[in-house]
């Protein structure tokens, strides 16, 4: 398939750029997996298409304020630091921008001194693997003085970095939130389970290569990023648990997907583990665990599509988006969500 299969033509103020309150009150489509018929509902309304037995799986990730805005020491010209991925204590892989000033050995400052760092080695792409140096937590440091790296076609400030965080986030290790769940409140929770749906988490730590687009004119020659990921023995249990008694399994948002789909199998059970996984689902992919699917709606000629288009069916796919385009949907980060059952 070719990458132009996946466009859709997507008018800049649909563009959603704050978070609507309260979370679960925005809009949600739901789609008939087999014959394509869809539905317009709200989010707080999700429970009408879940039954008793059904299986919710949530990526318990938090993002990380990642953004540092700071100066070159000795020089005090400006430098903004994104952080990517821990390589050891204190010692992180960024992207760096300008970054001609951030050669080996060059020093860098952050809040007034709270954060030091200095660039160890600069790598063959252009990143940066820096040692940074504070009082105390790292990541306390961070929290006070670090932002939201919010996706690029965010514009807005985001006044409450707690909107760019999932109720159930737990696991530090995110560059961009797993934006299905920024739907779900604490009382919708608590009310799906009180309905006989079981909720279970895994933990995939979404990287920045999420927001990379597809470059090569033929999807199979994308080579996807790879991001880390992790299940428990409890929610290998649960998923085991609910697919011997024929309820679904249904993934929110496209993390908990790809979690699910990396998973080895054995005799027809999941495993728990963990590891990195650099999946690329697409049209003609045969799902191995996924019933059902919660996502929000993604940006044109992106992987994140091709794996909708995957699960619901291509024409099924580019009918919703068209669908939700004429009815002024809000779509990505702080968008509005589908269902697929």
């Given at each position: 398939?070719?990458?132009s299969d ?16 309260p ?5 949600l ?6 014959t394509?018929?869809?539905v317009?509902?709200r ?9 008793k ?24 010209s ?6 990517l991925?821990?390589?050891?204590d204190?010692?992180?892989?960024i992207i ?10 060059a020093e ?23 040692k940074f140096d ?6 306390a ?16 400030k ?5 909107r760019y ?6 696991e ?12 779900f409140t604490?009382e919708?929770?608590?009310e799906?389970k ?11 730590h ?8 597809v ?11 790879s991001?880390?990921?992790e299940?428990?023995?409890?929610t ?5 648990s609910?697919?011997?008694n ?7 948002g ?8 990396s ?8 495993k ?7 999946i ?8 191995k665990?996924?019933?059902g ?9 992106s ?5 909708v ?14 669908t ?13 969500a589908m269902v697929?059952?």
């Open positions: 398939m070719k990458k996946f466009y859709y033509n997507l008018p800049e103020k649909l563009i959603a750029q704050t978070p609507v309150e979370r679960n009150s925005s809009r489509m739901k789609i008939n997996r087999e394509g018929e869809i317009h509902s989010f707080y309304n999700l429970c009408d298409y879940l039954k037995g059904d299986l919710l799986v949530l990526n318990n990730s938090r993002v990380l304020p990642a953004r540092l805005y700071g100066t070159k020491k000795g020089t005090g400006n430098i903004e630091f994104l952080l991925e821990q390589r050891g204190k010692l992180w892989e760096c921008r300008p970054g001609k000033k951030a050669k080996v050995g860098f400052i952050f809040g007034d001194g709270k954060l030091t760092a200095t660039v160890t080695e600069v790598k063959d792409d252009g990143n940066r693997v820096v504070c009082e105390g937590s790292f990541f440091a961070l929290d006070e003085i670090g932002q939201m790296p919010l996706p690029p076609y965010i514009t807005e985001l006044e409450d970095k707690e965080q999932t109720v159930y986030s737990k530090l290790g995110s560059a961009a939130a797993p934006t299905a769940g920024l739907h604490e919708m929770l608590d799906i009180a309905m006989g749906v079981d909720i279970a988490y895994v933990t995939l979404v990287g920045l290569g999420t927001f990379r687009p470059k090569e004119d033929d999807i199979l020659d994308h080579k996807m990023h991001e880390h990921y299940m428990s023995t409890e290998a249990e649960k998923i085991n609910t697919k011997k024929g309820g679904r399994v249904i993934a929110v496209t993390t908990s997907c790809r979690t699910l789909e998973m080895e199998l054995e005799n027809g059970l999941v728990a583990g963990e590891g990195y996984t650099d690329f689902i697409y049209p003609g992919y045969k799902f665990l996924l019933d699917l919660v996502t929000n709606f993604h940006l044109p000629e992987t994140l599509i091709m794996l288009s995957a699960f619901a069916g291509y024409e099924n796919t580019m009918n919703a988006y068209k939700a385009v004429e009815e002024k949907y809000r779509f990505f980060s702080f968008g509005d697929i059952l």
